[in-house]
C-alpha cells in the first residue's frame, strides 16, 4: 500500500477473521510484544492509569468545545459526572478509588482554560473538515483475513491534522518528526476523506509547567509508506499471535527495560518469559491501583 496508490474502495471489514492495527499498538509492540499476545489472556490486568485518564478527561473537554464551538462552562462546573463516567466506561475504575479527586478536577480544569486561552485561537473553526471520527484502511491480505489500520485523529483540519498530548514534560521535537502516528495518519485521512495532508500539529500540554506548547512536523511520501509498510509487517505478526517477549530491549541497553515491572506492565502477573538474571523480584504481585 502507497501513498499514490491507497485504495478507492476497500473490502469490507471483518471482525472474525480480520486484524486491525491501531498506532497504540505499534508502540506497545516495540516495547515487548508479549504484553499485546498477553492482553486477551485471563489474568491481564485492565490499564487504569492516572496520566492516561488525565489524557481523556482532557481530551473530552476540548472535543466538546470543537463540536459546540463553545465553551464548556457545565463541564468544568459538574466535573464529577462526566468524569466518573469515563472512568468506569474507559477504565473500569471510580473516583471513589481516587481519594480527593480535587486536585485531579483543578488540574483538567486547569489544561483546559490554558487550552482556550493559547491554543484554541490557532484554530480556525471554519477551516475545521471533521473532529474525533474513526477511520479504517485497508493495508493488505493477511494469512486469514485483511490487515486494517485504525485510527482516531483529534481534529481534521483542511491543511493539517492536529492532537492534542498530555505529558509530564514538553517533548523533543524529535518525538513528533519520528511519530509513526503522524505518518500513519496523514494516509489514513487521505484515503477516508480524499484530502492530502502531509502536515501534523501536536500540541502538548506540559503537566510540570501547565503550558501547551507546539510541535509541527511534516512527512515526505518515502515516510509516508515506509510506515505504512511497517504497519502491515506488524499486524501480520499480530495476526499470527507469535509475538516475542523483550524485557531487555538490545544488546546496547544490557538492564531490563522500565516497562517490564509489575508496576507497568498489565501482563506481568501471567508472563513466563521476565525471568531475567537481574535483582528485580519477580514474585512480586502486580495489583490494578491509580499510579
Ligand atoms: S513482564 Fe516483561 S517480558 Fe513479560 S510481557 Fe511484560 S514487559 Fe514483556
Redesign the pocket.
Known amino acids: 500500500m502507497e501513498w499514490t496508490d491507497l485504495p478507492h474502495s476497500d473490502p469490507n471489514y471483518d471482525p472474525d477473521v480480520d486484524t486491525v492495527v491501531r498506532q497504540s499498538t505499534i508502540n506497545s509492540l516495540q ?2 510484544g ?2 499485546v499476545a ?1 492482553s486477551t489472556k485471563e489474568g491481564y490486568l485492565p490499564l487504569v492509569s492516572e496520566q492516561l485518564a488525565f489524557g481523556t478527561c482532557v481530551h473530552e473537554i476540548i472535543s466538546q468545545d470543537i463540536s459546540h464551538n463553545a465553551l464548556q462552562q457545565d463541564m468544568l462546573l459538574n466535573m464529577g459526572e462526566w468524569i466518573n463516567e469515563i472512568l468506569v466506561t474507559q477504565y473500569e475504575w471510580s473516583l471513589d478509588q481516587i481519594g480527593d479527586p480535587r486536585p485531579f478536577f483543578s488540574e483538567i480544569g486547569v489544561a483546559y482554560r490554558s487550552w482556550v486561552t493559547k491554543v484554541a485561537p490557532f484554530i480556525a473553526r471554519d477551516n475545521v473538515v471533521e473532529s474525533e471520527q474513526e477511520h479504517y484502511m485497508y493495508l493488505g491480505e493477511g494469512l486469514n483475513g485483511n490487515i486494517w489500520l485504525k485510527g482516531t485523529a483529534d481534529l481534521v483540519m483542511k491543511d493539517r491534522l492536529v492532537d492534542w498530548k498530555t505529558s509530564g514534560r514538553d517533548w523533543k521535537q524529535g518525538k513528533a518528526d519520528y511519530s509513526i502516528q503522524a505518518s500513519l495518519y496523514m494516509p489514513l485521512h487521505k484515503q477516508a476523506l480524499k484530502r492530502s495532508l502531509r502536515k501534523f500539529d501536536f500540541w502538548v500540554y506540559d503537566r510540570s509547567k501547565s503550558v501547551w506548547r507546539l510541535h509541527p512536523t511534516s512527512r515526505t511520501i518515502a515516510e509516508i509508506n515506509s510506515a505504512l509498510h511497517t504497519a502491515y509487517i506488524y499486524g501480520l505478526q499480530i495476526e499470527s499471535g507469535h509475538l516475542p ?3 531487555v530491549p538490545t544488546g546496547f541497553v544490557p538492564k531490563r ?1 522500565w ?2 515491572s509489575a508496576k507497568w ?1 498489565n ?2 502477573n501471567i ?1 513466563e ?2 525471568f531475567l538474571n537481574d535483582n528485580v523480584d519477580e514474585t512480586v504481585v502486580a495489583i490494578r491501583k491509580w499510579k
Do not use: D, I, M
Open positions: 516495547l515487548c508479549q504484553r498477553l517477549a523483550t524485557p527495560g516497562y517490564c506492565c501482563a506481568w508472563c518469559s521476565k
